[in-house]
């Protein structure tokens, strides 16, 4: 018995193609069978913009400028460190009275506070313990003194009485001495000790207040700080890159954030050697009159000007455009067109007129109004 087979259309219709393929010999095209050449669309420049009328526009001419380069910097308003003069108690004890507060202009020798100390009270027992000592051993070389005058003792034992007077001279100096830098008059005594400012100026720093307690040196804080604050400091961050252009005894403008329209000077004194490994930047100091208005703390600009000159452009104000944090100008490009480019733009100047750095030559022709071209494209 004979069974037939039955195969899918699909296949015998494929063999029955590859069949006649190879029966006739011909051969596949490649260039038939390649994908399509690749076309390479060119993207218009951005930067290039095409107007109708460029007359609409008028351009300007960018004019050489001489000036000096400029470094300009943050500051902050500092006490002079050697017009800065510490308040201190060498006795310990309780504060009972304080005279003067943070802020306060004092006067030399004025009274700041009253100290009761246990130090004063023991210091004032051994002064007169070491009186009364003396006392004693006056009249024992007196005695002795008139004894050997008489032919009674021996020259021995006045050359003790003498050495005895002269030890119990030496203990009062001394105890008068711990009084007078402990600061009470030996004169006068009392358990209470006045504290006079050493100094002229400023209180800048207070750290006590009424009642409290008065440490001895090792451990306690300075009572009262007072500065001359008619000369200052002004200390200021240089960056690493920019020392080259701060050089010891140039004379710097600064202005202060808080009155900004009034412009001083002050001299570079310190450039610091050692650098912020945080900010890598250097403290260079500027030494100042303080014409009254500047505070400790207050925050400052510095500017450092360069002694070479540099040839420079400027450009009407109104051909700066601001755009995408930079800044930019039009110059013509031709066939109606005019192209944007990016400059550095300096300081202001006289007749509003605007410094570029870098970007623009001498006598190269810009858009006067930038903005007015930037908004017609736009549109």
């Excluded at 669309?41 to 609409?56: A, F, G, L, T």
């Excluded at 070389?141 to 003790?160: H, I, M």
């Excluded at 001083?264 to 050697?273: A, K, L, T, W």
Aim: net charge negative.
């Amino acid at each position: 018995m004979i069974r037939a087979i039955v195969l899918p259309a699909a296949l015998v219709v494929a063999t029955a193609l590859f069949l006649a393929g190879c029966g006739n010999g011909v051969k596949a095209d490649p260039k038939a069978e390649a994908p399509p050449p690749t076309t390479i669309e060119q993207e218009p420049d951005v930067s290039i913009v095409q107007v109708k009328q460029p007359e609409q526009f008028p351009l300007a001419t960018a004019e050489p400028h001489s000036t000096a380069p400029e470094l300009k910097v943050t500051g902050v308003v500092s006490a002079d460190v050697a017009r800065s003069v510490p308040v201190i108690s060498l006795a310990s004890g309780r504060v009972v009275e304080i005279r003067a507060r943070l802020g306060d202009e004092v006067k030399k020798g004025q009274l700041l506070m009253r100290v009761q100390s246990a130090d004063i009270s023991g210091a004032f027992s051994e002064h007169r313990k070491a009186q009364a000592d003396e006392v004693l051993a006056r009249a024992q070389f007196d005695r002795s003194q008139l004894l050997y005058d008489k032919g009674a003792v021996a020259k021995k034992d006045l050359e003790v009485a003498q050495d005895t007077l002269d030890k119990a001279k030496v203990d009062v100096e001394t105890a008068a001495e711990r009084l007078r830098v402990l600061g009470v008059d030996s004169n006068h005594p009392s358990a209470v000790v006045d504290i006079f400012a050493p100094a002229a100026g400023v209180i800048i720093e207070q750290n006590v207040t009424a009642a409290a307690g008065v440490k001895t040196l090792d451990n306690s804080p300075n009572l009262f700080t007072i500065a001359d604050l008619s000369e200052i400091w002004i200390l200021c961050d240089v960056y690493e890159n920019d020392l080259a252009s701060v050089r010891l005894g140039e004379v710097a403008e600064v202005r202060l954030n808080a009155y900004p329209g009034s412009v001083f000077q002050g001299r570079v004194s310190n450039i610091g050697p050692i650098l912020d490994p945080a900010i890598r930047a250097a403290k260079v100091r500027l030494e100042m009159h303080n014409p009254g208005m500047m505070r400790i703390g207050m925050f400052v600009s510095a500017t450092f000007r360069g002694s070479k000159k540099e040839t420079r452009v400027s450009v009407p104000a109104s051909a700066v455009l601001h755009l995408h944090d930079r800044d930019w100008v039009y110059v013509p490009a031709g066939d109606k067109k005019f192209q944007r480019v990016g400059v550095v733009a300096g300081i202001m100047l006289p007749g509003n007129m605007q410094e570029i750095v870098s970007g623009l030559q001498p006598n190269q022709q810009v858009v006067a109004k930038a903005l007015v071209l930037q908004n017609t494209v736009e549109q």
